[in-house]
Protein backbone atom coordinates (compact mmCIF):
# COMPACT_ATOMS: atom_id res chain seq x y z
CA UNK A 1 0.00 0.00 0.00
CA UNK A 2 1.43 3.42 -0.76
CA UNK A 3 2.57 5.86 1.92
CA UNK A 4 -0.27 8.81 1.64
CA UNK A 5 -3.00 5.96 1.29
CA UNK A 6 -1.97 4.51 4.61
CA UNK A 7 -1.17 7.63 6.47
CA UNK A 8 -5.04 8.96 5.06
CA UNK A 9 -6.71 5.64 6.38
CA UNK A 10 -4.94 5.94 9.40
CA UNK A 11 -5.92 9.53 10.04
CA UNK A 12 -9.46 8.81 9.01
CA UNK A 13 -9.75 6.09 11.87
CA UNK A 14 -8.14 7.96 14.52
CA UNK A 15 -10.31 10.97 13.84
CA UNK A 16 -13.78 8.25 13.45
CA UNK A 17 -12.56 6.62 16.54
CA UNK A 18 -12.26 10.63 18.70
CA UNK A 19 -15.39 11.79 16.90
CA UNK A 20 -17.34 8.45 18.33
CA UNK A 21 -15.55 8.86 21.85
CA UNK A 22 -13.27 5.87 21.62
CA UNK A 23 -10.77 7.92 21.61
CA UNK A 24 -10.29 11.12 24.24
CA UNK A 25 -9.04 14.40 22.72
CA UNK A 26 -5.29 13.64 24.08
CA UNK A 27 -4.79 10.51 22.92
CA UNK A 28 -6.24 11.35 19.26
CA UNK A 29 -3.96 14.35 19.30
CA UNK A 30 -0.75 11.69 19.95
CA UNK A 31 -1.59 9.21 17.00
CA UNK A 32 -2.18 12.21 14.74
CA UNK A 33 0.99 13.43 15.30
CA UNK A 34 2.45 9.98 15.11
CA UNK A 35 0.79 9.41 11.71
CA UNK A 36 2.54 12.76 10.44
CA UNK A 37 5.96 11.75 11.31
CA UNK A 38 5.81 8.58 9.46
CA UNK A 39 7.06 10.05 6.53
CA UNK A 40 5.69 13.42 3.65
CA UNK A 41 3.16 12.35 1.47
CA UNK A 42 4.35 11.77 -1.99
CA UNK A 43 3.72 15.47 -3.79
CA UNK A 44 1.91 16.57 -7.02
CA UNK A 45 5.31 17.55 -7.70
CA UNK A 46 6.57 14.63 -7.43
CA UNK A 47 4.66 13.27 -9.91
CA UNK A 48 5.07 16.10 -12.37
CA UNK A 49 8.93 15.59 -12.59
CA UNK A 50 8.57 11.91 -12.87
CA UNK A 51 6.20 12.20 -15.62
CA UNK A 52 8.68 15.35 -17.19
CA UNK A 53 11.54 13.07 -17.42
CA UNK A 54 9.19 10.47 -18.90
CA UNK A 55 8.49 12.73 -21.58
CA UNK A 56 12.04 14.10 -22.39
CA UNK A 57 13.00 9.92 -22.48
CA UNK A 58 10.67 9.76 -25.51
CA UNK A 59 11.60 13.41 -27.08
CA UNK A 60 15.37 11.43 -27.13
CA UNK A 61 13.95 8.21 -29.06
CA UNK A 62 11.39 10.36 -31.40
CA UNK A 63 14.89 12.64 -31.86
CA UNK A 64 16.54 9.28 -33.02
CA UNK A 65 13.78 7.59 -35.20
CA UNK A 66 13.69 11.43 -36.95
CA UNK A 67 16.66 10.42 -38.60
CA UNK A 68 17.50 14.21 -39.44
CA UNK A 69 19.51 14.36 -42.50
CA UNK A 70 20.41 18.12 -41.92
CA UNK A 71 22.24 17.38 -38.86
CA UNK A 72 26.03 16.15 -38.35
CA UNK A 73 26.35 12.67 -37.43
CA UNK A 74 28.71 14.04 -34.57
CA UNK A 75 26.35 16.23 -33.73
CA UNK A 76 23.46 13.76 -33.47
CA UNK A 77 25.62 11.82 -30.91
CA UNK A 78 27.06 14.58 -28.97
CA UNK A 79 23.32 15.72 -28.59
CA UNK A 80 22.30 12.32 -27.27
CA UNK A 81 25.28 12.00 -25.38
CA UNK A 82 24.82 15.12 -24.12
CA UNK A 83 22.03 14.74 -22.55
CA UNK A 84 22.75 11.75 -20.92
CA UNK A 85 25.53 13.25 -18.96
CA UNK A 86 23.20 15.96 -17.88
CA UNK A 87 20.75 14.03 -16.55
CA UNK A 88 23.86 11.87 -14.51
CA UNK A 89 25.11 14.99 -13.07
CA UNK A 90 21.49 16.37 -12.34
CA UNK A 91 21.28 12.87 -10.24
CA UNK A 92 24.41 13.09 -8.54
CA UNK A 93 23.09 16.99 -7.48
CA UNK A 94 19.99 16.06 -6.11
CA UNK A 95 21.68 13.12 -4.46
CA UNK A 96 23.93 15.74 -3.19
CA UNK A 97 21.38 17.63 -1.39
CA UNK A 98 19.98 14.25 -0.54
CA UNK A 99 16.46 14.72 -2.33
CA UNK A 100 16.73 11.25 -3.19
CA UNK A 101 13.31 10.69 -5.51
CA UNK A 102 14.75 13.60 -7.73
CA UNK A 103 17.95 11.75 -7.86
CA UNK A 104 16.07 8.17 -8.65
CA UNK A 105 14.48 10.18 -11.31
CA UNK A 106 16.89 11.35 -13.05
CA UNK A 107 19.13 8.30 -13.39
CA UNK A 108 15.66 7.40 -15.14
CA UNK A 109 16.28 9.74 -17.85
CA UNK A 110 20.27 8.75 -18.22
CA UNK A 111 19.08 5.71 -18.98
CA UNK A 112 16.51 6.59 -21.08
CA UNK A 113 19.28 8.66 -23.19
CA UNK A 114 21.29 5.33 -22.86
CA UNK A 115 19.02 3.36 -24.67
CA UNK A 116 18.40 6.65 -27.51
CA UNK A 117 22.09 6.50 -27.90
CA UNK A 118 22.22 2.47 -28.52
CA UNK A 119 19.25 3.02 -31.26
CA UNK A 120 21.05 6.17 -32.80
CA UNK A 121 24.70 4.42 -33.01
CA UNK A 122 22.93 1.56 -34.48
CA UNK A 123 21.20 3.89 -37.02
CA UNK A 124 24.02 6.10 -38.02
CA UNK A 125 26.48 3.33 -38.85
CA UNK A 126 23.70 0.86 -40.15
CA UNK A 127 24.11 -1.48 -38.07
CA UNK A 128 22.38 -4.88 -39.02
CA UNK A 129 21.96 -6.06 -35.85
CA UNK A 130 19.09 -7.68 -33.76
CA UNK A 131 16.45 -5.37 -32.13
CA UNK A 132 16.25 -8.31 -29.29
CA UNK A 133 20.29 -7.57 -28.66
CA UNK A 134 19.52 -3.70 -28.53
CA UNK A 135 16.81 -4.34 -26.23
CA UNK A 136 18.81 -6.66 -24.10
CA UNK A 137 21.97 -4.09 -23.50
CA UNK A 138 19.75 -0.90 -22.96
CA UNK A 139 17.80 -3.58 -19.93
CA UNK A 140 21.66 -4.15 -18.82
CA UNK A 141 22.72 -1.18 -18.91
CA UNK A 142 19.66 -0.16 -16.75
CA UNK A 143 19.84 -2.38 -14.23
CA UNK A 144 23.55 -1.75 -13.56
CA UNK A 145 22.51 1.84 -12.75
CA UNK A 146 19.51 1.12 -10.67
CA UNK A 147 22.07 -0.93 -8.78
CA UNK A 148 24.59 1.37 -8.37
CA UNK A 149 22.23 4.10 -7.72
CA UNK A 150 19.34 2.41 -5.65
CA UNK A 151 16.70 4.20 -8.54
CA UNK A 152 13.59 2.75 -8.31
CA UNK A 153 11.86 4.00 -11.59
CA UNK A 154 15.28 3.00 -13.67
CA UNK A 155 15.09 -0.79 -11.71
CA UNK A 156 11.30 -0.34 -12.87
CA UNK A 157 12.38 0.42 -16.83
CA UNK A 158 14.79 -2.87 -16.66
CA UNK A 159 12.09 -4.82 -15.56
CA UNK A 160 10.12 -3.79 -18.69
CA UNK A 161 13.15 -4.07 -20.95
CA UNK A 162 13.90 -7.50 -19.85
CA UNK A 163 10.30 -8.36 -20.46
CA UNK A 164 9.97 -6.95 -23.63
CA UNK A 165 13.38 -8.65 -24.94
CA UNK A 166 12.09 -12.08 -23.97
CA UNK A 167 8.90 -11.31 -26.58
CA UNK A 168 10.84 -9.64 -29.43
CA UNK A 169 11.78 -12.34 -32.02
CA UNK A 170 15.01 -12.71 -32.88
CA UNK A 171 17.05 -11.32 -35.95
CA UNK A 172 17.85 -14.17 -38.68
CA UNK A 173 21.75 -14.07 -37.82
CA UNK A 174 20.88 -14.08 -33.91
CA UNK A 175 21.88 -17.39 -32.79
CA UNK A 176 22.45 -16.59 -29.51
CA UNK A 177 18.72 -16.15 -28.76
CA UNK A 178 16.39 -19.29 -28.52
CA UNK A 179 13.23 -19.18 -29.10
CA UNK A 180 12.17 -19.28 -25.67
CA UNK A 181 13.92 -17.15 -23.56
CA UNK A 182 15.00 -19.61 -19.54
CA UNK A 183 17.24 -16.72 -18.79
CA UNK A 184 14.82 -14.86 -18.00
CA UNK A 185 14.52 -16.23 -14.89
CA UNK A 186 17.52 -15.41 -13.91
CA UNK A 187 17.43 -11.97 -15.01
CA UNK A 188 13.84 -11.46 -12.69
CA UNK A 189 15.31 -13.56 -10.14
CA UNK A 190 18.16 -10.27 -9.85
CA UNK A 191 15.24 -7.58 -10.36
CA UNK A 192 13.37 -9.05 -7.39
CA UNK A 193 16.62 -9.38 -5.14
CA UNK A 194 17.19 -5.44 -5.91
CA UNK A 195 13.52 -4.45 -5.23
CA UNK A 196 13.95 -6.06 -1.98
CA UNK A 197 16.65 -4.45 -0.92
CA UNK A 198 15.16 -1.15 -2.11
CA UNK A 199 11.98 -1.96 -0.01
CA UNK A 200 10.26 -1.31 -3.47
CA UNK A 201 6.52 -2.81 -3.22
CA UNK A 202 5.45 -1.43 -6.59
CA UNK A 203 8.99 -3.08 -8.55
CA UNK A 204 7.82 -6.63 -6.88
CA UNK A 205 4.33 -6.17 -9.02
CA UNK A 206 6.27 -5.69 -11.42
CA UNK A 207 8.46 -8.30 -11.46
CA UNK A 208 5.65 -11.27 -10.80
CA UNK A 209 3.41 -9.27 -13.32
CA UNK A 210 6.47 -9.76 -15.85
CA UNK A 211 7.36 -13.18 -14.35
CA UNK A 212 3.92 -14.47 -15.01
CA UNK A 213 3.39 -12.85 -18.56
CA UNK A 214 6.54 -14.56 -19.52
CA UNK A 215 5.46 -18.19 -18.17
CA UNK A 216 2.15 -18.12 -19.26
CA UNK A 217 2.50 -17.78 -22.58
CA UNK A 218 5.38 -20.32 -22.91
CA UNK A 219 3.62 -22.93 -21.22
CA UNK A 220 0.84 -22.22 -23.29
CA UNK A 221 2.88 -22.72 -26.48
CA UNK A 222 4.80 -25.67 -25.29
CA UNK A 223 1.28 -27.39 -24.37
CA UNK A 224 0.15 -26.51 -27.82
CA UNK A 225 3.20 -28.20 -29.44
CA UNK A 226 2.60 -31.33 -27.38
CA UNK A 227 5.55 -30.59 -24.89
CA UNK A 228 4.04 -31.49 -20.75
CA UNK A 229 7.27 -30.67 -19.15
CA UNK A 230 7.31 -26.47 -18.92
CA UNK A 231 3.85 -25.84 -18.55
CA UNK A 232 3.03 -28.69 -15.62
CA UNK A 233 6.40 -27.22 -14.17
CA UNK A 234 4.74 -24.15 -13.50
CA UNK A 235 2.33 -25.33 -12.12
CA UNK A 236 3.80 -27.39 -9.72
CA UNK A 237 5.86 -24.68 -8.28
CA UNK A 238 3.43 -22.50 -8.60
CA UNK A 239 1.50 -24.85 -6.08
CA UNK A 240 4.25 -25.05 -4.15
CA UNK A 241 5.24 -21.01 -4.03
CA UNK A 242 1.63 -20.56 -2.76
CA UNK A 243 1.85 -22.81 0.31
CA UNK A 244 5.55 -20.84 1.09
CA UNK A 245 3.46 -17.71 0.59
CA UNK A 246 0.47 -18.74 2.98
CA UNK A 247 2.71 -19.98 5.37
CA UNK A 248 5.15 -16.97 5.62
CA UNK A 249 2.28 -14.52 6.04
CA UNK A 250 0.85 -14.18 9.48
CA UNK A 251 4.54 -15.86 10.61
CA UNK A 252 7.92 -15.28 9.13
CA UNK A 253 7.01 -12.27 6.69
CA UNK A 254 9.83 -13.21 4.56
CA UNK A 255 8.62 -11.11 2.38
CA UNK A 256 7.39 -8.08 4.35
CA UNK A 257 4.22 -8.59 3.81
CA UNK A 258 4.25 -9.14 -0.30
CA UNK A 259 3.18 -12.68 0.35
CA UNK A 260 -0.49 -12.39 -0.15
CA UNK A 261 0.32 -10.23 -3.58
CA UNK A 262 2.57 -12.93 -4.91
CA UNK A 263 -0.84 -15.18 -3.55
CA UNK A 264 -2.96 -13.30 -5.89
CA UNK A 265 -0.95 -13.63 -8.66
CA UNK A 266 0.03 -17.37 -8.42
CA UNK A 267 -4.04 -17.79 -8.26
CA UNK A 268 -4.22 -16.06 -11.55
CA UNK A 269 -1.11 -18.21 -13.16
CA UNK A 270 -2.77 -21.64 -12.07
CA UNK A 271 -6.57 -21.06 -13.10
CA UNK A 272 -5.05 -20.14 -16.77
CA UNK A 273 -2.66 -22.64 -17.06
CA UNK A 274 -5.69 -25.14 -15.86
CA UNK A 275 -7.78 -23.57 -17.82
CA UNK A 276 -5.82 -23.96 -21.41
CA UNK A 277 -4.69 -27.25 -20.29
CA UNK A 278 -8.28 -28.73 -20.10
CA UNK A 279 -8.94 -26.51 -23.20
CA UNK A 280 -5.86 -28.67 -25.09
CA UNK A 281 -7.15 -32.39 -23.64
CA UNK A 282 -10.68 -31.82 -24.95
CA UNK A 283 -9.25 -30.76 -28.46
CA UNK A 284 -7.34 -33.91 -28.70
CA UNK A 285 -3.78 -32.35 -27.90
CA UNK A 286 -0.71 -34.72 -28.49
CA UNK A 287 0.45 -33.87 -25.16
CA UNK A 288 0.59 -37.15 -23.34
CA UNK A 289 -1.11 -37.33 -19.84
CA UNK A 290 0.55 -39.81 -18.21
CA UNK A 291 4.19 -38.51 -19.88
CA UNK A 292 7.33 -39.54 -16.73
CA UNK A 293 7.75 -35.04 -16.83
CA UNK A 294 4.30 -34.61 -15.90
CA UNK A 295 4.46 -37.98 -13.18
CA UNK A 296 7.96 -36.22 -11.62
CA UNK A 297 6.29 -32.93 -11.49
CA UNK A 298 3.16 -33.97 -9.34
CA UNK A 299 5.34 -36.13 -7.32
CA UNK A 300 6.96 -33.20 -6.20
CA UNK A 301 4.74 -30.60 -6.10
CA UNK A 302 2.38 -32.93 -3.50
CA UNK A 303 5.00 -33.95 -1.88
CA UNK A 304 6.09 -30.30 -1.27
CA UNK A 305 2.38 -29.16 -0.50
CA UNK A 306 2.09 -31.95 1.86
CA UNK A 307 5.13 -31.33 4.11
CA UNK A 308 3.88 -27.87 4.48
CA UNK A 309 0.47 -28.96 5.29
CA UNK A 310 1.84 -31.36 8.40
CA UNK A 311 4.01 -28.82 9.11
CA UNK A 312 1.47 -26.09 10.11
CA UNK A 313 -1.03 -28.74 11.16
CA UNK A 314 1.83 -29.70 14.03
CA UNK A 315 2.56 -25.69 14.75
CA UNK A 316 -1.40 -24.08 14.70
CA UNK A 317 -0.23 -22.09 12.04
CA UNK A 318 -3.18 -18.86 11.30
CA UNK A 319 -3.23 -20.22 7.47
CA UNK A 320 -3.09 -23.87 8.40
CA UNK A 321 -6.45 -24.55 6.79
CA UNK A 322 -5.45 -22.40 3.37
CA UNK A 323 -2.42 -24.71 3.53
CA UNK A 324 -3.96 -27.87 3.85
CA UNK A 325 -6.22 -27.33 0.99
CA UNK A 326 -3.99 -26.08 -1.32
CA UNK A 327 -1.93 -29.40 -0.98
CA UNK A 328 -5.00 -30.94 -1.68
CA UNK A 329 -6.12 -29.24 -4.64
CA UNK A 330 -2.80 -29.56 -5.64
CA UNK A 331 -3.42 -34.02 -5.51
CA UNK A 332 -6.83 -33.22 -7.28
CA UNK A 333 -5.35 -31.01 -9.98
CA UNK A 334 -2.39 -33.49 -10.92
CA UNK A 335 -5.05 -36.35 -10.84
CA UNK A 336 -7.18 -34.17 -13.55
CA UNK A 337 -3.93 -33.16 -15.67
CA UNK A 338 -3.38 -37.29 -15.94
CA UNK A 339 -6.71 -38.99 -15.97
CA UNK A 340 -8.83 -36.08 -17.91
CA UNK A 341 -8.95 -38.11 -20.60
CA UNK A 342 -10.34 -35.05 -22.90
CA UNK A 343 -13.35 -34.77 -20.60
CA UNK A 344 -13.57 -31.03 -19.47
CA UNK A 345 -16.30 -32.31 -16.97
CA UNK A 346 -13.47 -32.82 -14.20
CA UNK A 347 -11.89 -29.87 -14.47
CA UNK A 348 -14.99 -27.16 -14.83
CA UNK A 349 -15.78 -29.05 -11.46
CA UNK A 350 -12.17 -28.44 -9.68
CA UNK A 351 -11.79 -25.24 -10.79
CA UNK A 352 -15.53 -23.97 -9.86
CA UNK A 353 -14.22 -25.54 -6.54
CA UNK A 354 -11.46 -23.52 -6.41
CA UNK A 355 -12.81 -20.37 -7.33
CA UNK A 356 -14.94 -20.85 -3.62
CA UNK A 357 -12.24 -21.47 -2.04
CA UNK A 358 -10.26 -18.37 -2.92
CA UNK A 359 -13.04 -16.27 -1.90
CA UNK A 360 -12.84 -17.78 1.25
CA UNK A 361 -9.51 -17.43 1.74
CA UNK A 362 -9.34 -13.86 0.72
CA UNK A 363 -12.32 -13.46 3.51
CA UNK A 364 -9.73 -15.46 5.83
CA UNK A 365 -6.93 -13.48 5.59
CA UNK A 366 -8.50 -10.20 4.68
CA UNK A 367 -7.22 -9.61 1.64
CA UNK A 368 -9.91 -8.29 -0.61
CA UNK A 369 -8.06 -8.80 -3.99
CA UNK A 370 -7.77 -12.40 -3.78
CA UNK A 371 -11.95 -12.23 -3.07
CA UNK A 372 -12.56 -10.52 -5.78
CA UNK A 373 -10.65 -12.81 -8.12
CA UNK A 374 -12.41 -15.36 -6.53
CA UNK A 375 -15.73 -14.17 -7.36
CA UNK A 376 -14.25 -13.04 -10.68
CA UNK A 377 -13.07 -16.90 -11.13
CA UNK A 378 -16.79 -18.15 -10.25
CA UNK A 379 -18.41 -15.92 -13.18
CA UNK A 380 -16.16 -16.75 -15.65
CA UNK A 381 -16.57 -20.84 -14.15
CA UNK A 382 -20.27 -20.04 -14.62
CA UNK A 383 -19.88 -18.53 -18.01
CA UNK A 384 -17.87 -21.29 -19.55
CA UNK A 385 -20.46 -24.13 -18.21
CA UNK A 386 -23.30 -22.49 -19.70
CA UNK A 387 -21.40 -21.93 -23.40
CA UNK A 388 -18.90 -24.71 -23.64
CA UNK A 389 -20.13 -27.49 -21.71
CA UNK A 390 -22.38 -30.54 -21.25
CA UNK A 391 -23.82 -30.53 -24.22
CA UNK A 392 -27.54 -29.96 -23.36
CA UNK A 393 -29.44 -27.20 -21.44
CA UNK A 394 -30.84 -29.41 -19.55
CA UNK A 395 -27.86 -31.44 -18.68
CA UNK A 396 -26.31 -28.03 -17.75
CA UNK A 397 -29.41 -27.15 -15.46
CA UNK A 398 -28.84 -30.68 -13.56
CA UNK A 399 -25.11 -29.34 -12.81
CA UNK A 400 -26.39 -26.08 -11.71
CA UNK A 401 -28.63 -27.29 -9.39
CA UNK A 402 -26.15 -29.91 -7.92
CA UNK A 403 -23.63 -26.82 -7.18
CA UNK A 404 -26.37 -25.03 -6.00
CA UNK A 405 -27.68 -28.14 -3.48
CA UNK A 406 -23.32 -28.58 -2.28
CA UNK A 407 -23.31 -24.68 -1.19
CA UNK A 408 -26.15 -24.45 0.45
CA UNK A 409 -25.49 -28.20 2.11
CA UNK A 410 -21.77 -26.30 2.72
CA UNK A 411 -23.46 -23.24 4.44
CA UNK A 412 -25.02 -25.16 7.17
CA UNK A 413 -23.39 -28.49 7.31
CA UNK A 414 -19.71 -27.87 6.74
CA UNK A 415 -20.12 -25.58 10.32
CA UNK A 416 -21.43 -27.54 12.36
CA UNK A 417 -18.56 -30.44 11.80
CA UNK A 418 -15.24 -27.77 12.28
CA UNK A 419 -16.94 -26.41 14.79
CA UNK A 420 -14.54 -27.06 17.60
CA UNK A 421 -16.69 -27.82 21.00
CA UNK A 422 -16.79 -26.71 24.58
CA UNK A 423 -15.38 -27.99 27.63
CA UNK A 424 -18.29 -29.74 29.11
CA UNK A 425 -20.91 -29.51 26.18
CA UNK A 426 -22.72 -32.70 25.06
CA UNK A 427 -22.32 -33.44 20.99
Known amino acids: MALWNRKTILTNAVSDWHTRGLLDETTAANLLADTDTQGSSFSFQNILILLAVICLGFAAMTFVAANWDDMARLTRVAVVLGSMWVFWGASAFFQWRDQTWFAQVFTLGA ?18 GSAKDATWLWALGTILAATFTRSIPALALSIALFTTWSWLEPSMF ?3 NPEFQYSFIAY ?15 CAHLVVLATALWAVPTGIALLDDGFAAFPSAVIGITFVLMS ?28 VMCFFWSVEMSN ?20 GTAAFAFLVRARAHPNSYDIIVTAIFTALTFTCMALGNGEPLFFMALLLAASIWIIRMGWRIEYRPITVLGFISFGLMMLWIYFETIGTLLGTSVFYAVAGVLLLAGVFIIPRLTRTPVKGEVK
Open 244 to 271: IMLFSDRNTNWLRGFERAVVFFAIGVLG
Open 111 to 128: CAMFGAGIMLISQIYHIQ
Open 284 to 303: GSKVNAVATPLFITAALAIL
Open 188 to 202: MAVCAALAYWMHSRF
Open 174 to 176: SWR
